[in-house]
């Protein structure tokens, strides 16, 4: 494909002819006779003419599949050029805008008065190269800052939240790698161990161990880092913390000497693999395939909570990855016993006004809640889901939305926050309820009437007034 440049100025030239070159042919027009010989003698294709005059154009042979980039530093109108290179037969036409943006309003008048010109700036052009490239070296410079925190000390932890996710578990991974450690000098670490199917898989499958920590085993750690929680989850059991990475929404309460928490960001993966990028260390195949794993499984594949960058981190870590065996980590989702669960949400279930409910008894393990919460989620026709089981002495409540509705979180805390914990996101919230707190609330429910109980409270709290806000289902 053929370029037609109209330029003025050399460095706008320069950079142009050895961006295009060799993926287009092209050729410059400029008006000055002493800049169209400079270029000639650096080997850059030129001629000379008036930008303003058809038969310029038509003596440079233009065909319609020619495209013109015209440069509008802001100083001349380039109007009469555009007209110009439109009437010598030219359709492609691109206006390069070099100057100060509405500086005098010219180049936002040229925007609007031409049709049919598709224009770019030339900052817009460099700002996102130019401020990764920045912002990469501000996060540089944080990572090595940690890095000599940790590097003279004998024993690091890097603590997990509860029953590790694979985003805590890949993190855990990552921080390791940045601290240029084995398992033997920074151990992986957090109060109760990998309990669900897939995180188990995931675990055994990449070789990453995970140490079950005490209280009292804290003290053992001459460093500690959180990965993917905040030490306040501790409850005061963590006095003193070193770093902390993470992507939930900043905790007040505590003190760390290093952190890095991004609440925009789908994953704390996502925040690990700019460190790793940072610092240019390199990456197995191991870690980016934890790494590419716990991006789709916390954004649920760039569903929920996605921010460019989490794509970013996504495109960088593919190559590295192994992903067939993430494809056999993820088949290992079904298993006969969450099917048990499903079962009973399906014998038990209400769908009403695209809700669905279910009370699902007594389960020895919590992951069947959000399980089945999230299966149910697949149904055709549901758009809430809200599923509820005993686990111990505790009534765990699950609740999942497809994200545009009202914000589940408000929801668990509308119904539970004064008889236990509860909150979440837009889509997905969890309560934990002790299940005498909620007798005493709301009755000794039988397993009918607990779904329907539960079937009562969506629908009063989905066609509440909420304002500004959009209900999921229209006022009737
Ligand atoms: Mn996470």
Redesign the pocket.
Known sequence: MRVFAICQDELVIRSLDDVLLPSFEVQFLVESRPLARRLHDAGIEVTTGDPRRVDTYLKADIAPNTCFIIEDNGRRGVRKIIDAARDAGGTLIYVLHTGKRGANGRADGARSEVPDVTHMDLSELIRPTLVTELSRSMTRARVQQYQRYFADAARVLILLHNDP?P??LASGLALRNLFRRTKTTAIIGAMQGVTRPENLRMANMLDIQVERMTPASFGEFDRVATV?VQPHYFGGLLDRVDLVID?HPEQPGYSAAFKDIRADYG??STILTEHLRAVDVSISERTATAMLYAIKS?TLFFARHTNRVDLDAFTFLYPLADAALIRKMEGAEITLERLEYVTRASRNGILRDQVFCAFIGEAPREDFIPYTADFFLQLEDAKWTIIAGIVGSSLIISVRNLGYSRNAGEFVKRWFSGIGSAGGHRAMAKAVVPIEAFRTKYGDLSGEAMTARFAEMADQFLHEPVGEKKSLVPSR
């Open positions: 996710d985003d805590a993917d992507h994953s704390t916390d």
